[in-house]
């Protein structure tokens, strides 16, 4: 499964969506919309408003959403949970 989260670095939601990402096991890319303000825009083209957004295969989410990183399937050899 690939996953990106779009991030800022000071957006205190992105980086405990990230550790709830590691903990889990899940790799994933990242994007720093403060280095890339065209990302920023094709986000919000797409209805986005809140950091961080998390593109996972066909799901999409914004914001620290503990209850959608648990649905997603669990990486293999992983068994840690949030």
């Known amino acids: 499964m690939r996953i990106i989260i779009y991030t800022r670095k000071s957006c205190i ?3 405990a969506t990230k550790r709830a990402m590691e903990s889990r096991g899940f790799d994933y890319e990242t994007i ?3 280095l890339d303000p065209q990302a920023a825009d094709e986000l919000r083209a797409r209805g986005f408003r809140q950091l961080p957004v ?6 999409s989410w914004s914001g620290f ?7 997603l399937p669990q990486p293999a050899g992983h068994t840690a949970s949030l």
């Open 32 to 34: 720093n919309l403060d």
């Open 13 to 15: 939601q992105c980086h």
């Open 54 to 59: 998390v593109i996972a295969d066909q799901q």
């Open 65 to 71: 959403r503990p209850d959608m990183i648990n649905r």
